[in-house]
């Protein structure tokens, strides 16, 4: 490990050690700088590194390695080499320019990477605005909620069930706010275990625990300036509840291992799908999070109670699957939309675009039919009609599951006729006369998951 004297804690001294900090190869054996105030001499406290005024306490040090200065002083540089241990090198003027222009590369490299992740994010996402159009009173009532909360900075709370568009919610209030420039990080709350969580959030120093071989800037701090998307805000631990109001409250937040707290202005946006007043009862949600949260609430109906607005979010849909299929079709047929329209959609929006992309891996006609939709929708709406009678409608229902069984065999085979056999437990003749009869395609179903 290579053991560095650092003179200098301007702004080109800060930017050596905080590079330096993040290489576990590298040990800062202190920092030194006449005024005491300097940038780096509060960072190097910080990260307790032994700092000073004077560089001849620390010069003598036999383990150090090399002196870097910074300062551009020809005294400084001339003590340097007549008081240095003879073992350590001394590297300063261009040397030490040279490691400045270099720690300022890798900084806007960083910084324009974080931007186009950002961004690329972004330009995924715009496409999902539409999700809240639509003609229902209550998507018109959030439509307008979102344009009123949007420029202020107040804390919003969104809920409902899963799949209901609780993410594209809160990125329509980024977009319409004045902070649509800054980032937007998304955090799934799930996702992320009770002892990942505090570091993810709030970041972590070198040497906090084991595996941290360098600090890491936590998703607050990426972003500061910006909005912080917390999803599935409910299943939080309690611990992680306490330490997040204490941030919503101060501002403030402490990296894992660190002993000081840095200033943070961030929006905050949080979702869940969990009745959290009943979390309170159970001692499962703290109250007080509970109560700085729903200043500002918007729920959000499920697809079944905005039936009106499915014709809509099924073309949207429609055109983003023709896309990801490189597929053209022209769209859904009338009958195949009531049958969405009668569904309950337990999985909502996500569902509904899975059973549009489904359809147009399937359509053959140029529009999606009833037939191209799973049985357990199409059973939605079978019902024995007046003209048909017991045995035809016994029937239709007994083609309906059959071709629901071939998509489902053919899908998990990729199109493997034999295998898809094997699975439904037939011969392969057997399934193959059913597929002819059925009119399915096994070449549609290679390389697709269905």
Not at 146 to 152: G, H, N, S, Y
Not at 256 to 275: F, H, K, L, M, P
Request: with cysteine; glycine share 8%; hydrophobic share 40%.
């Amino acid at each position: 490990m290579t053991k560095i004297l650092l003179i200098g804690a301007g702004q080109a001294g800060t930017g050596l050690l905080e590079m330096f900090q993040q290489d576990p190869s590298v040990s800062i054996a202190a920092v030194v700088d006449i005024n005491e105030r300097a940038p780096g001499i509060a960072v190097a406290r910080r990260l307790r590194i032994p700092t000073g005024n004077d560089f001849k306490e620390f010069i003598r040090n036999p383990e150090i390695d090399l002196i870097i200065d910074v300062t551009g002083n020809p005294e400084v540089d001339r003590m340097l080499w007549h008081l240095k241990a003879e073992r350590a090198e001394v590297m300063g003027g261009r040397g030490a320019k040279f490691l400045w222009e270099l720690v300022e590369e890798r900084r806007r490299k960083q910084e324009l990477e974080g931007q186009y992740s950002l961004a690329l994010r972004e330009l995924r996402s715009l496409s999902d605005a539409e999700l809240i159009i639509g003609e229902t009173p209550p998507m018109k009532e959030i439509s307008v909620l979102i344009t009123k909360v949007a420029p202020t900075p107040t804390t919003v709370l969104i809920r409902g069930e899963s799949g209901t568009g609780k993410e594209v919610v809160a990125r329509a209030i980024h977009r319409h706010s004045h902070l649509r420039d800054k980032p937007l990080v998304t955090v799934n709350c799930t996702a992320l275990s009770p002892t990942l969580m505090e570091s993810e959030l709030f970041g972590h120093r070198k040497g906090a625990f084991t595996g941290a071989i360098k600090d890491k800037i936590g998703l607050f701090e990426k972003a500061a300036g910006g909005t912080i998307f917390l999803d599935e805000i409910g299943d939080m631990s309690l611990e992680m509840q306490a330490k997040l109001l204490r941030v919503l409250q101060t501002g403030e937040i402490k990296p894992v291992g660190d002993v000081a707290t840095r200033r943070v202005q961030v929006r905050v946006i949080a979702a869940t799908n969990r009745e959290l007043e009943g979390a309170i009862r159970r001692g499962e949600f703290r109250a007080d999070l509970f109560y700085r949260f729903n200043t500002f609430t918007i729920t959000l109906p499920p697809l079944r109670e905005r039936a009106e607005d499915i014709p809509v979010l099924a073309a949207h849909f429609l055109r983003k699957a023709e896309a990801k299929v490189n597929k053209r079709v022209v769209g859904v047929s009338p009958q195949a939309i009531e049958c969405l329209k009668r569904y309950s959609w337990p999985g909502n929006l996500r569902e509904l675009e899975n059973t549009i992309e489904r359809g147009v891996v399937l359509a053959q006609s140029g529009q999606i039919e009833v037939d191209h939709l799973p049985l357990h929708i199409q059973s939605a709406v079978l019902k024995v009609d007046h003209a048909d009678g017991f045995s035809r409608a016994k029937r239709r229902m007994i083609d309906a599951f059959e071709r629901d069984a071939l998509i489902r065999f053919l899908g998990q085979a990729n199109g493997n006729i034999s295998q898809a056999a094997e699975m439904a437990g037939m011969t392969r003749r057997t399934f193959h006369r059913l597929i002819l009869k059925h009119r399915l395609s096994p070449r549609a179903f290679r390389g697709k998951s269905v």
